[in-house]
Nanobody, 115 residues
Framework: QVQLVESGGGLVQPGGSLELSCAAS????????MGWYRRAPGKQRELVAS???????NYADPVKGRFTISRDNVKNAVYLQMNSLKPEDTAVYYC?????????WGQGTQVTVSS
């Protein structure tokens, strides 16, 4: 059984930074794309950023230039560095990984941007 464990959420003031981490454990034979999604109150879950095994990245327009996604293929981990945070970034953030050709999700971590 594969599990994803997230960490790094919390409360931050506007303009601040946070880094989210997500590590996979279990019987892992191969990984593919990884990503971060978020669900804001009253809204549907949306893609924030994704990264291929070769490091090609894709970002949602609202976070371009502020967020950076990265991965460690040895540790089976994905990270999201979030800078210049805005109140509208407040949401539950979920990591997502394709592992052993199946899709897995983290448990979610709350990010709150407020003064």
């Amino acid at each position: 059984q594969v599990q994803l464990v997230e960490s790094g959420g919390g409360l931050v003031q506007p303009g601040g930074s946070l880094e989210l981490s997500c590590a996979a454990s279990g019987r892992i034979f191969g990984t593919n794309d990884m990503g971060w999604y978020r669900r804001a109150p009253g809204k549907q879950r949306e893609l924030v950023a994704s990264i291929t095994p070769g490091g090609r990245t894709n970002y949602a327009d609202p976070v371009k230039g502020r967020f950076t996604i990265s991965r460690d293929n040895v540790k089976n981990a994905v990270y999201l560095q979030m800078n210049s945070l805005k109140p509208e970034d407040t949401a539950v953030y979920y990591c997502q990984m394709v592992i052993n050709r199946s899709n897995y999700w983290g448990q979610g971590t709350q990010v709150t941007v407020s003064s």
